[in-house]
């Protein structure tokens, strides 16, 4: 694997990292909601305010363990640059979406 892949794979983990850890920890209380998951349905009330914060911290922190997970994979594996580049960019298609829209899936199939 190449070293800027490497990089690359480390440093949206820990962005991953660092937003769950922020969202779901870290939000305003609400009605205040400077900082947090906005999802419309979210904030609707303090529990689903709560609920989606929670929620959307935990899967950008399991995004972010998957992520390091294929990297350490690919690592050990000796894979080429191009395979690490594809595991990149599909990890990358996969995580974004679902820590952005999931919470709010769930949000709807709690509170609906």
């Known amino acids: 694997m190449h070293p800027v892949v490497l990089v690359l794979f480390l440093l949206e983990s820990v962005i991953f990292t660092a937003t ?9 209380p609400y ?3 400077r900082a947090g998951y906005h999802f419309g349905c979210a904030q609707k009330s303090r529990e689903t305010w709560d609920f ?3 929620t959307a911290g935990a899967i950008c922190t399991a995004c972010a363990a998957a992520l390091a997970a294929v990297c350490v994979f690919l690592l050990l594996s000796k894979a080429g640059t191009a395979l690490s580049v594809t595991c990149l960019l599909a990890g990358s298609a996969v995580c974004v979406p679902c820590a952005v829209l999931l919470p709010a899936a769930f949000v709807k199939r709690k509170f609906h």
């Open 20 to 28: 769950g850890y922020a969202v779901r920890y870290r939000h305003s």
């Open 31 to 33: 009605p205040d909601i």
């Open 52 to 54: 989606a914060n929670r």
